[in-house]
């Protein structure tokens, strides 16, 4: 799992710390990262498992 370049970017500068990128300038993961990624999603598939959720909008005006 990686995290896109332009994310990095933003986490970077608002951290000013710079952490290991791949080729494309996206952050790689630790496995630590990725298990707690994965701990969060599946703790939210949980909490929304129920009936669909539909939300209105409002076209904005012209």
Same mark, same amino acid.
């Given at each position: 799992?990686?995290?896109? /370049? ?10 000013? %710390? ?12 630790? %496995?630590?990262?990725? %298990? =707690?990624?994965q701990d969060q999603a599946r703790a939210s598939k949980k909490e929304?498992?129920?009936?669909? /959720? =539909? =939300?209105?909008?409002? /076209?904005?005006?012209?």
């Open positions: 799992m990686i995290i896109p /370049r332009t994310v990095t970017a933003k986490l970077n500068h608002e951290s000013g %710390e710079d952490g290991p990128v791949d080729g494309h300038g996206g952050t790689l993961l630790t %496995e630590d990262d990725r %298990e =707690f990624i929304y498992a129920g009936d669909p /959720r =539909f =939300f209105d909008s409002v /076209r904005p005006e012209d």
